[in-house]
């Protein structure tokens, strides 16, 4: 199946067809979890990079506000839980191995917890 892409602000979300979709995604190659790639809606630029396990995923698509697993802390986040820096979801595409995400969001104040825009900053 190509990637698909979900709409996830500006309406309400069916919470049976939201978990549906992710039963549907491949989180065996990743240790339970899939990629999370965070994209600006407006430029394109990309944000930063994080993992999702299911509830994340269905946190992300019901309220709207990007949630990740984070490894080190071993815990669910809402991303700007602390900082106030939110990521408001705007589209939500799945790649065609069903192993990665593509968050397109409005970020509000920075995605990167070392106060930067993106968190891809250090050019090589």
Same mark, same amino acid.
């Given at each position: 199946?190509?990637?698909?892409?979900?709409?996830?602000?500006?309406? $309400?979300?069916?919470?049976?067809?939201?978990?549906?979709?992710?039963?549907? #995604? *491949?989180?065996?190659?990743?240790?339970? @979890?899939?990629?999370?790639?965070? &994209?600006?809606?407006? $430029?394109?630029?990309?944000?930063?990079?994080? @993992?999702?396990?299911?509830?994340?995923?269905?946190? %992300? #698509?019901? %309220?709207? #506000?990007?949630? /990740?697993?984070?490894?080190?802390?071993?815990?669910?986040?809402?991303?700007?839980?602390?900082?106030?820096? +939110? &990521?408001?979801?705007?589209?939500? /595409? +799945?790649?065609?191995?069903?192993?990665?995400?593509?968050?397109?969001? *409005? &970020?509000?104040? /920075?995605?990167?917890?070392?106060? /930067?825009?993106?968190?891809?900053?250090?050019?090589?």
């Amino acid at each position: 199946m190509e990637g698909e892409v979900f709409k996830v602000s500006s309406h $309400t979300v069916n919470l049976k067809e939201v978990e549906k979709l992710a039963d549907s #995604l *491949n989180y065996k190659h990743n240790g339970g @979890f899939v990629v999370a790639v965070a &994209q600006d809606v407006s $430029t394109g630029e990309v944000l930063m990079v994080a @993992f999702m396990n299911k509830e994340a995923f269905i946190r %992300t #698509l019901t %309220t709207g #506000l990007a949630h /990740y697993w984070s490894l080190s802390r071993k815990k669910l986040w809402r991303k700007g839980e602390e900082s106030g820096h +939110i &990521q408001l979801v705007k589209e939500v /595409y +799945i790649d065609c191995d069903r192993d990665s995400v593509l968050l397109k969001v *409005n &970020q509000i104040g /920075y995605a990167c917890h070392e106060g /930067y825009k993106s968190c891809f900053h250090y050019k090589v």
